[in-house]
């Protein structure tokens, strides 16, 4: 086989490098940029972007031997070519002459087999195959890790986190709403979600939507930590796309027939890019998606009477796309039904009614009294005695479901109450409405944040204030004084001298303010970078990196106010507020820059205001009324309501009354609502976003699955199988580039200049300018689909001294995996054997497997150069040719036993998930038919290709006593 042709044409064949398992491709449509590929074999059909598809053509040579679409083995004798597709001139087992065009070749397609290599003198390495034996039994591992598409990210293992990211990604085309507080890793959460859902096969296309402001911090997160490559996409992009595919295509074929969309399988896009021109909202819709990820999603205004744009555009978009995940810190701000608006884009035939959902909503307050009253010490005691928590446990669960919980455990020990209340809190939890599609952790419910000090730093200059100057002149002097006679510069670079090891990040409501900040700044020795609204957003991501930079990096970052929405500089504990704010939401928004997880020092808020001024009596309100600077503040909306109107007139005031009065009013109001608002938590809902005993098991098994220590020798010795220069730069990361005598022209997700990696998380999370190499890295998992898909290693010769058998003794060593061509989404792989069948059998008819082990093997066998090992399989082939078919007979014995096993194992799993999703949509909603009907019909084809299930012969080592 080659893979000389690069010009796509209907009827051609083509492999998948990426996707081997998906068998012989068909190209049934070949335009533009676009080359539509069906895999027979699979039941799958795959678009990808012409001139970076991971394809590579299937072309056979003369006297190699193929299969027809009947199963016909027949034997190449010469090829042809017509319009680009090949015709293979055959002969068939009788002797006859075949005409065979490529498109009619066997789906399944067969590579050159150990057997063949073995006898036609192509025998690898004893490394080699060590190699691929090794690499099986961790391709294995990994296929059957209950956490695949976890080990990955580049991430804290944060419970919340994980929990969410397995639950969703589980899910067939998942669709939900992540509404966790701010600073919990919502991003991470979506990037989670999409990268289990990529690994596994459920999905192959994604679509990003983000705010402007957001687009290049999206494209920098996705790759650093999750190594998904997006394409940006806006008008100049589109354009640019369009012209340069027209200018390839026919003339009969104009711009208007090119989608820039399907340009990418991973794509980033602005909200208002989508929202403001229908064509690319339609262009968007027709290009075919499996996930559709939409952050900031509060911002999609949404009424019963009328929508936004943007609104209207994710609603079209939705209703095409499989899969969902809108993400918001704040699910309620818009109230009720702007959280009912978010809902009906996840499932508008469940979510219909506003008033039906508002009804609903207030039935789970009663289930989650009960729910607090069972996770008590005396909950068993409590559900024996009070009529009142059986009566509404009766309501929900059923009198018969209850009882016979009651009378199984009732008069046992403590250990066996306790299992049966976690049955009943789980019965439950499942009958949450919007507990399934929507997740929301609160910093109440997850621990681990940093605490807050506030200084305020009196400074005198007001009297050079006019006496009847503005309000907004009060608050921003800056702009009567001028930076030059604004104490408050003298203070800043003070400061800076005497924090000079100390990141800072300052913010202020103006670009101008930092503008001029910068450059007075920099006269007084100081440099500083800038961050706001009138630099390019690659602009802002080199600010912001600049900063990020612990050795060369600027001490001081300046922003403006957009540096306080969707930005993340939790590695600065020093927070400089040059102004402040009169929406207590924005001043959160501001202090939750640094207030995030990965914060690990008390956060510093710096707060230089003119004594008697309103910039006094503004931080008076918000530290001694509001209590904004202790903890993160969430009720800044009701205080407006309240507030709003009085505290513009008491900054005004000629005295202080006013605002003392609204101060001591403001502490018993704030305490009443935060009372309130905890009282009124969904208690319901942040239990079904994190069960801390599931989320903890599922944190141990990625630390258990990741196995840093066996993943760093392993990949030095696929380097040096395939002459990839590497060295050892620390404990547990090394650093490799480009050998010159590196097989192939390529090794993947290796870059030209090489590159600096750690296995270590640890590691990766402190050193950003290291990859993190894990089992599914791209790297690694190219390089196992290197040895795994190709013949890589799979014969081999050797040398052994074993006692008691005789010098001249022949031995076969014979591997055989289960295989079998599925759809990469069936995930068939978690049910069959992830180790080989070996098989060890002399010349003399005994079966030696158990009595000489492979790693035993391993260790005594002796290479033999390759002439004299071709010599040898030459002489010997007659009995070399028996024991192998003696070995594929006692293999063929086991298939069907591995098959059964595999079976059991998929349906008691299978009828297992059945049952629960249907017990769920008895009585929650949310479970849509759709999943149901798509459950079913995954079991259905797995049951069908598991039964296509055969043994092969993977690999061949023949061992001779000496």
């Not at 602009?539 to 300046?558: C, H, N, P, T």
């Not at 190219?782 to 001249?808: E, H, Q, R, W, Y």
Request: charged share 25%; glycine share 6%.
């Amino acid at each position: 086989m080659t893979d000389s042709v690069t010009v796509f044409a209907v009827g051609q064949r083509w492999i998948s490098s990426t996707e081997p398992e998906l068998g012989l491709g068909l190209v049934v449509q070949a335009e533009g940029r676009v080359v539509q590929v069906c895999f027979p074999a699979a039941d799958e059909e795959r678009a990808y972007a012409a001139r970076s598809a991971p394809l590579s053509r299937v072309q056979f040579r003369q006297g190699e031997m193929i299969h027809d679409n009947q199963e016909r083995r027949l034997k190449v004798t010469d090829t042809l070519e017509n319009n680009g597709v090949i015709i293979y001139l055959c002969e068939d087992e009788d002797g006859k002459d075949v005409l065979l065009p490529e498109e009619q070749l066997h789906a399944v397609i067969r590579l050159n087999s150990p057997r063949e290599r073995l006898f036609a003198g192509q025998i690898d390495r004893l490394s080699r195959y060590r190699l691929r034996y090794n690499t099986r039994l961790h391709h294995g591992v990994q296929m059957q890790s209950p956490v695949r598409g976890l080990l990955g990210p580049r991430v804290q293992l944060l419970p919340h986190q994980i929990y969410i990211a397995h639950e969703v990604a589980s899910r067939h085309a998942p669709r939900v709403l992540l509404a966790d507080e701010v600073g919990l890793g919502k991003t991470i959460e979506a990037g989670m979600i999409v990268h289990q859902q990529l690994i596994s096969g459920r999905a192959s296309r994604v679509l990003v939507v983000v705010p402007e402001a957001l687009l290049h911090q999206w494209l920098v997160e996705m790759l650093r930590r999750f190594n998904l490559r997006f394409t940006i996409l806006d008008e100049a992009r589109c354009m640019a796309l369009e012209g340069e595919a027209s200018g390839l295509q026919e003339d009969d074929v104009s711009a208007d027939d090119i989608n820039p969309f399907e340009s990418a399988q991973l794509v980033l896009c602005g909200e208002n890019f989508l929202a403001a021109d229908t064509s690319r909202a339609e262009q968007a819709r027709a290009a075919g998606w499996d996930i559709l990820v939409v952050d900031e999603a509060h911002h999609l205004a949404w009424t019963p009477e009328n929508s936004s744009p943007a609104y209207a555009c994710v609603e079209r978009l939705a209703e095409q796309v499989p899969g969902l995940l809108l993400l918001t810190a704040t699910p309620e701000q818009l109230g009720r039904s702007g959280h009912f608006a978010r809902l009906r884009l996840l499932d508008p035939d469940r979510y219909h009614d506003l008033q039906q959902f508002v009804d609903q909503e207030q039935q789970y307050q009663q289930i989650s009294d009960v729910l607090m009253a069972l996770r008590q010490d005396n909950a068993w005691q409590r559900l024996s005695s009070e009529q009142g928590l059986r009566e509404v446990l009766d309501a929900y669960l059923g009198t018969d479901r209850v009882a016979a919980v009651v009378a199984e455990v009732d008069g046992a020990d403590a250990s066996a109450q306790t299992v049966a209340l976690e049955r009943l809190t789980r019965d439950l939890l499942d009958r949450h409405g919007t507990g399934r599609v929507l997740f929301r952790n609160t910093r109440a419910s997850v621990k681990g944040f940093p605490g807050r000090e506030l200084h305020a730093w009196p400074l005198s200059g007001s009297q050079a204030l006019p006496a009847d100057v503005a309000l907004d002149d009060q608050l921003h002097p800056e702009q009567v004084l001028g930076l030059d006679d604004d104490p408050r510069l003298g203070w800043l670079v003070e400061f800076l001298k005497q924090h000079r090891q100390d990141k800072v990040l300052l913010i202020c409501r103006s670009a101008e303010t930092v503008c001029e900040l910068e450059q007075q700044l920099r006269l007084a020795g100081c440099y500083s970078g800038l961050f706001h609204e009138g630099m390019s957003l690659l602009e802002r991501d080199r600010a912001a990196a600049w900063f990020a930079d612990d050795e060369d990096g600027v001490q001081i970052l300046l922003c403006s106010e957009i540096g306080s929405e969707g930005r993340n500089f939790q590695f600065a504990r020093h927070l400089i507020l040059f102004d402040l704010p009169l929406d207590p939401d924005l001043l959160e928004q501001r202090i939750g820059r640094l207030d995030r997880i990965g914060q690990t020092g008390v956060i510093q808020i710096h707060v230089p205001y003119l004594e008697g001024t309103a910039q006094q009596r503004l931080l008076n309100w918000y530290a001694d009324g509001l209590g904004a600077f202790e903890s993160p503040f969430q009720i800044g909306q009701a205080v407006i309501n309240r507030y709003g109107e009085a505290l513009l007139q008491a900054l005004q005031a000629a005295d202080e009354q006013p605002l003392q009065s609204l101060i001591s009013d403001a502490q018993s109001f704030v305490a009443q609502e935060q009372a309130r608002q905890e009282q009124g938590r969904d208690r319901l809902l942040e239990l079904n976003s994190c069960q801390p005993d599931k989320a903890d098991e599922w944190v141990n098994m990625v630390r258990e699955y990741e196995r840093p220590g066996v993943l760093a020798p392993y990949m030095e010795q696929v380097f040096d199988a395939f002459g990839v220069e590497h060295e050892s730069h620390s404990a547990e990361a090394v650093i490799a580039r480009p050998g010159n005598h590196m097989h192939g022209q390529h090794f993947p997700a290796l870059p030209e200049d090489g590159l600096t990696a750690t296995f270590r998380r640890d590691v990766a999370m402190s050193r950003e300018d290291m990859h993190f190499l894990t089992w599914e890295h791209p790297m690694v998992t190219g390089a196992m689909d290197m040895i795994l898909s190709g013949d890589f290693g799979n014969t081999a010769l050797c040398t052994v001294k074993l006692g008691g058998v005789a010098p001249g003794t022949l031995l076969v060593e014979s591997l055989f995996v289960l295989g079998v061509q599925a759809p990469r989404a069936l995930q068939l792989e978690r049910y069959l054997p992830a180790e080989p069948v070996r098989l060890l059998r002399d010349n003399l008819g005994r079966d030696l497997s158990e009595q000489l082990p492979a790693d035993q093997l391993h260790m005594i066998a002796e290479r033999v150069p390759k002439q004299t090992a071709h010599a040898l399989v030459k002489r010997a082939e007659k009995v070399l040719q028996s024991l192998l078919d003696t070995s594929e007979k006692q293999a063929a014995a086991l298939q069907d036993e591995l098959i059964d096993a595999a079976m059991n194992q998929m349906r008691a799993e299978r009828d297992d998930g059945l049952q629960r999703l249907l017990a769920l949509a008895e009585v929650n909603p949310n479970v849509r038919q759709q999943e149901i009907d798509q459950y079913q019909a995954e079991t259905a084809q797995l049951e069908e290709r598991l039964r296509a299930a055969a043994l092969q012969l993977d690999a061949v080592r023949i061992a001779i006593a000496t």
